[in-house]
């Protein structure tokens, strides 16, 4: 299984943007699929999960209310909606896939990685 995620880009404070993750090799609907990320300096931490079937998600309290994830099956792609985007929001982002069957928070829980898409953030 392979991860691509796209979508990243510079944009000023306040802006919005929407991050793509494309999954190959594999259906996605057998994942749990997760969004994290990592600034610079720092360990990556999570941002948002899905299960599989789309009508659960999590998010970390830093992004709820401004960020939205979503899935389409039949696309085989992730979505993360970013909304009123803040200078702390900067990081390369990416998304990950598990084989688990309930919404997991730590790094060591997923299976497959993108490769990141850097999200950068002026004020």
């Known amino acids: 299984v392979q991860l691509q995620a796209s979508g990243g880009g510079l944009v000023q404070a306040g802006d919005s943007l929407r991050l793509s993750c494309a999954v190959f090799?594999?259906?996605?609907?057998?994942?749990?699929m997760g969004w994290f990320r990592q600034a610079q300096g720092k360990e990556r931490e999570f941002v948002a999960a899905?299960?599989?079937?789309?009508?659960?998600?999590n998010y970390s309290d830093s992004v709820k209310g401004r960020f939205a994830i979503s899935r389409d099956n039949a696309k085989n792609t992730v979505y993360l909606q970013m909304n009123s985007l803040k200078p702390e929001d900067m990081a390369v982002y990416y998304c990950?896939?598990?084989?688990?069957?309930?919404?997991?928070?730590?790094?060591?829980?997923?299976?497959?990685w993108g490769q990141g898409t850097q999200v950068t953030v002026s004020s």
């Open positions: 899905i299960r599989r079937s789309g009508h659960v998600t």
């Open positions: 990950a896939a598990s084989r688990s069957i309930v919404i997991l928070s730590s790094t060591s829980q997923y299976d497959y």
């Open positions: 090799g594999g259906a996605l609907r057998n994942y749990v």
